[in-house]
C-alpha cells in the first residue's frame, strides 16, 4: 500500500465552519496490514457502539415470534424483512419491564412503556413539572465513553414531542416523547430534524454560526463538501488505492445524504401528534431511512458510539397511509382481537421492521477492519409494552443485532424466564462498552447465552 505514513484516527476533513471526521482507513492500523488480509484491525479490536431503538404500541406477537428456539429459526410475517441479517441478531423472548406496570398507579401504560424502555425505573406520576424516572442505559455509556468520540450520544426521533402537559391519564408528556434521560429528572430530547442532525454531524461553530453556513450554501447552491475539497484532496495523495477507493464511496454517501436532507419538506399530518417542524420529509418512510443513514454516517465516521432513535412517539396515532393502513396506530392497538385490526397492525409492525432491516443492511455493507461496521455494534430494537391491547409488560419483543465485536453468538432465538428483567440485557452491552455498573433500574445480574 502506498503512503507517506500513518494517520490518525481523529483526522478530519476540515473548511470554513466544517469538520467531516474519516471512516477507518487502512492507513490508520497500528500496525502495517498483512498479507491476504484487509487490515491490521480484527473484528474483536475495532471499537464498538451501541444503540437502542424504540418502536410504540406493542406489537401482534403471533407475527413476531420464531416457532423454535436456537439456530435456523424461521422468521415470521414481521420479521420476514430481516432475512439477509437474520443470522446477525437474536431474538429474545420472555424479557419483562416491571417497572412499566402500574404497580399501584394506575392508568398510563404508554407513557410508562416509553420512560422505562432504556432505565428500569418506576416513573413518579405527574404531569407537572416534578418528573422522575431514572438513567437510562445509553447515557450510562454516555458518561463512561464520552472522551472517546466528539459526540457523546445521539438522540434521534420521527415524531416530535414535549416535555410538558398531560399526555397519558396524569402522566407527562416527558414521558411518552423521551427514552433517554441523563438523569432521573432531566429527559434528553431527541432531534427530528434531519437537516439540525447532518449539521451537527459535520458543521463546526456557534448554533448561529450553523444557521448562517447552512444559508450560505443554499443561496449559492454549494455543498458542505466544497468547503474541505482542499483538505480531501491533500489526503487522497497520501492515501493507497483501498483508501482512496473507501473514502470516495464515504463522501459520495455524506453528499447523498445532504441532497435528501435539504430536499426534505415539512410533514404530513401525522394524527394527533404535534406538528413537525419544516424540514422533515414529507413520506414517512424516507424520514425513518434519513435518520437511519445519519447514525450511519455517525458510526462510521467514529463521531459517537452511542445512540437512540424513537420510530414515533408512545400511544402514537399516527396513520400509515402508504401501506393502505389509514387507521391511527394506537386506535388500532385496542384491537380486542378483531383479525382486521391484528392484521393492519402486524402490517405497521412488519413496515417499521423493513426500515430496522435496511438500517443493519447499511451497517454491515461497511468494511471496517477484518468484519464490517456491525461487526462492532450492538443494535436494540423493541417495544416497552408486548400487546398494545393488553398493555402488558412481559414477554417484550426484543432484538438485539450485530456481533459486539464477537462477543455475541447471533443468529439464533433465545427464549428467557418470563419475568427476567430486561435491564440485565443492558447490564451486559454496559460490560461489552467498557462501561460496567453495579445495577441499572431493576436489573438483577447479568443476561446470560448471549455468546452462546
Not at 491490521?40 to 428456539?69: C, D, I, K, Q, Y
Not at 477507493?245 to 401528534?273: C, F, H, N, Q
Request: net charge neutral; with cysteine.
Amino acid at each position: 500500500m502506498s503512503q507517506t505514513g500513518r494517520i490518525s484516527r481523529r483526522t478530519a476533513l476540515r473548511g470554513l465552519g466544517t469538520a467531516i471526521s474519516l471512516p477507518f482507513l487502512e492507513s490508520m492500523s497500528a500496525a502495517p496490514a498483512l498479507a491476504g488480509t484487509s487490515s491490521a484491525m480484527s473484528v474483536a479490536e475495532g471499537p464498538r457502539r451501541v444503540a437502542f431503538f424504540f418502536v410504540p404500541n406493542g406489537v401482534h406477537l403471533p407475527n413476531w415470534t420464531p416457532a423454535t428456539e436456537g439456530y435456523g429459526f424461521s422468521l415470521p410475517f414481521i420479521l420476514e424483512p430481516l432475512a439477509e441479517v437474520r443470522d446477525d441478531l437474536m431474538v429474545l423472548s420472555g424479557l419483562t419491564h416491571d417497572k412499566g406496570r402500574g404497580n399501584g398507579d394506575g392508568a398510563g401504560d404508554h407513557a410508562r412503556s416509553a420512560s422505562v424502555f432504556l432505565t428500569g425505573a418506576q416513573p413518579r406520576k405527574t404531569s407537572g413539572a416534578n418528573i422522575r424516572s431514572g438513567i437510562s442505559v445509553d447515557q450510562v455509556a454516555a458518561k463512561k465513553i464520552a472522551h472517546q468520540t466528539r459526540i457523546a450520544s445521539l438522540e434521534l426521533g420521527c415524531e416530535a414531542g414535549r416535555n410538558a402537559g398531560n399526555c397519558d391519564s396524569g402522566y407527562s408528556c416527558a414521558y411518552s416523547s423521551n427514552i433517554s434521560w441523563a438523569s432521573s429528572t432531566t429527559p434528553v430530547a431527541k432531534e427530528t430534524n434531519p437537516k439540525l442532525v447532518f449539521d451537527r454531524l459535520f458543521s463546526q461553530g456557534t448554533t448561529g454560526q450553523i444557521a448562517r453556513q447552512r444559508a450560505e450554501r443554499k443561496i449559492y447552491r454549494r455543498s458542505l463538501l466544497d468547503f474541505v475539497l482542499d483538505d480531501a484532496r491533500s489526503l487522497q495523495k497520501t492515501l493507497g488505492t483501498p483508501d482512496q477507493r473507501k473514502l470516495d464511496e464515504y463522501l459520495s454517501s455524506v453528499r447523498e445524504i445532504e441532497r435528501r436532507t435539504e430536499a426534505a419538506s415539512p410533514a404530513a399530518d401525522m394524527g394527533d401528534a404535534i406538528e413537525a417542524p419544516e424540514g422533515i420529509p414529507e413520506e414517512y418512510g424516507e424520514h425513518l431511512r434519513l435518520m437511519c443513514d445519519m447514525m450511519v454516517l455517525a458510526f462510521q465516521a467514529d463521531l459517537t458510539r452511542v445512540s437512540t432513535c424513537m420510530f414515533a412517539n408512545a400511544g402514537s396515532n399516527r396513520s400509515y397511509r402508504q401501506i393502505d393502513v389509514p387507521d391511527g396506530h394506537h386506535n388500532l392497538s385496542h384491537h380486542g382481537g378483531d383479525p382486521e385490526k391484528l392484521d393492519k397492525i402486524s402490517r405497521i409492525n412488519r413496515f417499521h421492521m423493513q426500515h430496522f432491516a435496511y438500517f443493519l443492511q447499511r451497517l454491515k455493507a461497511i468494511p471496517e477492519g477484518n468484519g464490517t461496521l456491525l461487526d462492532h455494534c450492538m443494535i436494540v430494537y423493541g417495544s416497552g409494552l408486548s400487546d398494545g391491547n393488553r398493555h402488558n409488560n412481559e414477554n417484550l419483543p426484543i432484538l438485539l443485532a450485530g456481533h459486539g465485536g464477537g462477543t455475541l453468538a447471533t443468529g439464533r432465538h433465545v427464549r428467557y424466564p418470563e419475568e427476567t428483567p430486561l435491564c440485565n440485557l443492558y447490564m451486559s452491552l454496559l460490560d461489552r462498552m467498557d462501561a460496567s455498573v453495579d445495577w441499572i433500574g431493576d436489573s438483577t445480574g447479568r443476561l446470560h447465552r448471549l455468546d452462546g
